[in-house]
């Protein structure tokens, strides 16, 4: 098995070894930042959030450098760290696996196993950018989320019937939710679009029937909040 340990970290703190573990903390961040950028090209990025990719790798692993064996400097920073309360919005699933490898990366850097750290990020990067580019777990034609208004005269049950069965190959309603003081109802569908279906002239069939009403038609893909 392949051992690459900084033996020096886990004895004496010195410049040489603490500036190789930053700077291999942060060249791991920079690439996991920048697989992040490729995964998430044709959707809006959040800058905030590929620079935490960067940093995060390096404050672990100054975290775990200090720390060391000592109980004492353990026990206070899991005190300090107790009182700060951390949030994240990342509701997309392969965005929080980054965050998990940046942790990880940390703490082998941290912990002397350069090596490891290395691997990890090569075969995590390597991989997922491989299924993002073979399109694996994405379905056919994607599910999508509609919301359409009604006037509250509009007897909703079937009203969209003939227009989702010439549009689409699937089509559920999820939630019918009154609004406007009672006015109006606002319906939620899941649907799946057919081949080659003009989504403009879908919303135009709807526009006829609603009444030109607030209608909103967002992709499951792009919106990883909806399944929430």
């Given at each position: 098995m392949i051992d690459f340990k900084i033996d020096s970290i886990t004895s004496?703190?010195?410049?040489?070894?603490?500036?190789?573990?930053?700077?291999?903390?942060?060249?791991?961040?920079?690439?996991?930042?920048?697989?992040?950028?490729?995964?998430?090209?044709?959707?809006?990025?959040?800058?905030?959030?590929?620079?935490?990719?960067?940093?995060?790798?390096?404050?672990?692993?100054?975290?775990?450098?200090?720390?060391?064996?000592?109980?004492?400097?353990?026990?206070?920073?899991?005190?300090?760290?107790?009182?700060?309360?951390?949030?994240?919005?990342?509701?997309?699933?392969?965005?929080?696996?980054?965050?998990?490898?940046t942790l990880a990366v940390g703490l082998s850097c941290g912990t002397g196993y350069i090596l490891v750290g290395v691997i990890l990020v090569a075969f995590i990067c390597v991989v997922?950018?491989?299924?993002?580019?073979?399109?694996?777990?994405?379905?056919?034609?994607?599910?999508?989320?509609?919301?359409?208004?009604?006037?509250?005269?509009?007897?909703?049950?079937?009203v969209f019937d003939e227009v989702m069965g010439k549009y689409t190959t699937e089509s559920r309603l999820v939630r019918v939710k009154s609004t406007n003081f009672g006015t109006m109802f606002d319906l939620t569908f899941d649907l799946v679009f057919k081949k080659d279906v003009n989504e403009k002239e879908f919303i135009d069939a709807l526009r006829e029937t609603n009444g030109n009403l607030t209608i909103v038609l967002q992709n499951y893909t792009y919106n990883p909040e909806l399944t929430e």
């Open positions: 004496n703190i010195t410049v040489m070894s603490l500036l190789l573990v930053i700077g291999v903390a942060f060249g791991l961040g920079v690439v996991l930042s920048l697989t992040y950028l490729f995964l998430n090209r044709k959707v809006v990025i959040s800058k905030g959030f590929a620079t935490t990719l960067v940093v995060l790798p390096v404050v672990i692993s100054a975290i775990i450098f200090l720390v060391q064996d000592s109980w004492a400097r353990a026990f206070s920073l899991a005190g300090v760290f107790a009182i700060i309360r951390f949030r994240t919005t990342q509701s997309n699933p392969r965005d929080l696996m980054l965050v998990f490898a997922m950018i491989v299924l993002s580019l073979i399109r694996y777990g994405e379905p056919r034609n994607p599910k999508m989320r509609l919301k359409v208004t009604i006037p509250e005269d509009l007897n909703y049950v079937g």
